[in-house]
Structure formats: structure tokens, C-alpha cells
């Protein structure tokens, strides 16, 4: 019977085969598009009236997100593409889609404004990176009408398409409290009169009834 050790010490020393080199795998051209579309980071500056830069900043995106009719009330822009989704706690979560065409996007910019008694006032700019697709205003001023528009920045020479704008307002939260506390005090009214109701209903079947068709005495 031969001996199985030579084998095994020439395994031991020049170990496994190689493994065969793959080829390059070949990236279509918007794969790279799609990808940096799917970062899971969102780059911002803030730039407030009268400050020429604002920092950098950076955020998750809020993914999947669906306006609930109980909490939420979406305003959508004529065109559709740019909705602003107003939450009860006064914060606002803005989504748009892709813009089209996609190539040599180079990010966002999104204007604010929101209407006084008499006159228009700016409020902060946002400038927003290509892979953005939603932003979040954490306090809006209550009562007051916001006008938002986003605006797609291109890389020259193509010009930028027209902007998309939503306007809404934002309930004040005092009202917000009132309107629950109303709601609250008028159920519980009603559960009120439904019970004096039953009960006024009750005496007058089993108390009043008997004495009023009791004989009279002479």
C-alpha cells in the first residue's frame, strides 16, 4: 500500500491552488449616479440673511417617510415634485424626487420667505448637496404663511430649470393645545348630558309614572 505522507507534506508546504482571478466587474455610466444617490448622508450649509457662507453640515435622510393624516398634513407644489410635509409639533420635513435630467446636477438651493402684515421677509437659504432628497425646518413660526422654493443647480453651461415652490402655513401651537382641550371638554360634556338624559328618563318611567296614574280619593 503506498505510503500517503509525500502528498500530504507537499500540500502542507505549497499549500491550496490559487484561486482565478475575476475579471474587473464593468460600472454602467448612471451607476455611479444611482450610488451617490443612495449616500446615506445629506451635505447642507445654512447661510442666514446677511452671512455669505454658511458651515457644513450633514444629516440622515429621512427615508421612507409617509405623511400620516392624525400628525401630518403634506402641501404639495403645482407641479407635485416638492411637497412639505407639516408635522404637529411645528417642525416641517420638505421631500422632492430626482430631478431630471440627473447628469451634471451639481445640488440644491432651497429660498425661504414667509409673509408679515405688510410685507415679505426672507428668511434662512439652504444650499443642499446633489444627493439630497429631503430637509427638515425643526421650528416654524406659527400663523405665519412660508413660501419655499427648491431650485436644481446644474454644472455650466446648462441652465437651471425652473424652481419648484410650496406655500403653507404652520397651525400656532397654543391653538393646537386649545383645539385638544375643547375637544376633550366637549366629550366629556357630552358623556354628561347623555347620562342626565338616561337618568331624567329613568325617574320619569319607574317614579313619576305610578303616582300619576294612581287613583284619586274622594
Excluded at 11 to 38: D, I, S, W
Excluded at 110 to 119: A, F, H, K, R
Amino acid at each position: 500500500m503506498p505510503s500517503l505522507l509525500p502528498p500530504f507534506l507537499a500540500l502542507l508546504c505549497f499549500g491550496p491552488p490559487a484561486p482565478a482571478l475575476r475579471a474587473p466587474r464593468r460600472v454602467e455610466p448612471g451607476a455611479e449616479a444611482a450610488a451617490a444617490a443612495e449616500e446615506p448622508w445629506c451635505p447642507y450649509k445654512v447661510a442666514a440673511e446677511g452671512a455669505a457662507n454658511g458651515r457644513l453640515c450633514f444629516r440622515t435622510p429621512a427615508r421612507g417617510f409617509q405623511c400620516a393624516a392624525r400628525s401630518c398634513r403634506a402641501h404639495r407644489s403645482p407641479g407635485g415634485a416638492f411637497v412639505a410635509n407639516v408635522l404637529r409639533n411645528g417642525s416641517v420635513l420638505l421631500q422632492w424626487g430626482p430631478p431630471r435630467p440627473s447628469a451634471g446636477l451639481r445640488g440644491f438651493a432651497l429660498n425661504c420667505s414667509w409673509d408679515g402684515t405688510y410685507t415679505r421677509f426672507p428668511c434662512d437659504s439652504v444650499e443642499l448637496g446633489a444627493a439630497c432628497r429631503d430637509y427638515l425646518l425643526p421650528e416654524a413660526h406659527g400663523s405665519v404663511r412660508y413660501r419655499l422654493c427648491l431650485q436644481p443647480r446644474y454644472a455650466p453651461p446648462r441652465p437651471a430649470p425652473p424652481a419648484q415652490c410650496v406655500e403653507f402655513r404652520v397651525e400656532p401651537a397654543a391653538m393646537r393645545d386649545i383645539v385638544v382641550a375643547m375637544t376633550a371638554v366637549g366629550g366629556s360634556i357630552c358623556v354628561m348630558l347623555v347620562f342626565i338624559c338616561l337618568l331624567v328618563a329613568y325617574i320619569t318611567e319607574n317614579l313619576m309614572s305610578p303616582a300619576l296614574a294612581a287613583p284619586r280619593r274622594a
